[in-house]
Nanobody, 120 residues
Framework: QVQLEESGGGLVQPGGSLRLSCAAS????????MGWIRQAPGKERELVAR???????NYADSVKGRCTISRDNPKNTIYLQMNSLKPEDTAIYYC??????????????WGQGTQVTVSS
């Protein structure tokens, strides 16, 4: 019932910055949490950041202090501002949403992913 579209990935040098965007659309009863998950080859999936309906945020220790997640409610969009990027940040970044559908069932959805590559 929810579709997510990510953008903003790319190739940056170490120490550079990127801002990822995720726009949500579709029919929901309510959105509980939105955030970002990243997947790199040979590594476990990692929850990078999340933001709930009240704007409360959480970050992985690996990115805390370098990344900021934010939400634009009128646009149904979240952002991930990433600064001081490191090669170990290289991964596919997926936007996800936990929500309650119009049928009152708890559901999750995720986007197609956007590639972030940090390399000199």
């Amino acid at each position: 019932q929810v579709q997510l579209e990510e953008s903003g990935g790319g190739l940056v040098q170490p120490g550079g910055s990127l801002r990822l965007s995720c726009a949500a659309s579709g029919s929901v009863f309510s959105i509980n949490t939105m955030g970002w998950i990243r997947q790199a080859p040979g590594k476990e999936r990692e929850l990078v950041a999340r933001i709930d309906s009240d704007g409360v945020t959480n970050y992985a220790d690996s990115v805390k202090g370098r990344c900021t997640i934010s939400r634009d409610n009128p646009k149904n969009t979240i952002y991930l501002q990433m600064n001081s990027l490191k090669p170990e940040d290289t991964a596919i970044y997926y936007c996800y949403v936990n929500y309650v559908g119009t049928d009152q069932n708890a559901r999750s959805a995720w986007g197609q992913g956007t590639q972030v590559t940090v390399s000199s």
